[in-house]
């Protein structure tokens, strides 16, 4: 696509629900980043792909968030047992791997625990 | 710890005039530096970039000049267009590519007045 999409782009979950996030990079992109960014503040690094690689995961705030590529292109970002702490906007770029350009974010995907 | 620092939440500017937005940084292992620009209900949108080799690097309207021995950068935007208005990010990175995860500080929302 000519862009980043995410999906959903707003999610309401009681609080202990699981939420599955997902990302479609630009086609031939290698790598995917996971951003969070909640309200008021910058973005704030999650975890890095290459390719279908998790090479940086360090970002992760809990062992309740667990993210996958496993064919090098669509991401999924998984929380499970939401907690209220966990509402933010959930941003996903990509980039080629030698861009001196930055990446290119999604819109995001706004969850909301309640 | 920010390592990143955008102090100025806000910035009013009329239109036609010179916008300077600021950004200090504390990581001396960062070397190249970017600056997005984010709508409402939007990703964030690569603007300009710098690498720590060069102190100016300008892009038709903007400019973004880094001072490393003070630890500062910023961004110019002459002349000024309320189209220009948004929050914008500054951010850094350890190495020049995107293969790096992206340090952002807080925003600064700039307001272009008609």
């Known amino acids: 696509g000519a862009g980043v999409s995410q999906s959903p782009r707003y999610k309401v979950a009681k609080r202990g629900q699981d939420v599955a996030l997902r990302c479609d990079p630009i086609?031939?992109?290698?790598?995917l980043f996971w951003y969070q960014q909640a309200l008021g503040q910058g973005p704030e690094f999650l975890t890095y792909f290459q390719n279908e690689a998790q090479l940086d995961k360090s970002g992760l705030p809990s062992d309740r968030f667990f993210a996958e590529r496993p064919e090098g292109s669509v991401s999924t970002l998984k929380i499970q047992r939401t907690q209220q702490e966990d509402s933010a906007v959930y941003l996903c770029?990509?980039?080629?791997?030698?861009?001196?350009?930055?990446?290119?974010f999604g819109s995001g995907t706004r969850l909301t625990v309640v | 710890d920010q390592q990143v620092k955008q102090n100025s939440p806000s910035l009013s500017v009329q239109e036609g005039r010179i916008s300077i937005l600021n950004c200090d940084y504390t990581?001396?292992?960062?070397?190249?530096f970017l600056w997005y620009k984010k709508y409402p209900a939007e990703g964030p949108t690569f603007l300009i970039s710098?690498?720590?080799?060069?102190d100016k690097n300008e892009d038709g309207r903007f400019t973004v000049f880094l001072n490393k021995s003070a630890k500062h950068l910023s961004l110019h935007i002459v002349p000024s267009q309320p189209g220009d208005s948004a929050v914008y990010f500054c951010?850094?990175?350890?190495?020049?590519?995107?293969?790096?995860?992206?340090?952002f500080g807080t925003g600064t929302r700039l307001a272009v007045r008609p």
């Open positions: 951010a850094a990175s350890g190495k020049k590519s995107s293969g790096d995860k992206l340090t």
């Open positions: 770029a990509s980039s080629s791997l030698d861009s001196l350009y930055g990446y290119t």
């Open positions: 990581n001396s292992m960062f070397d190249y």
């Open positions: 710098i690498s720590s080799i060069k």
């Open positions: 086609s031939g992109h290698v790598s």
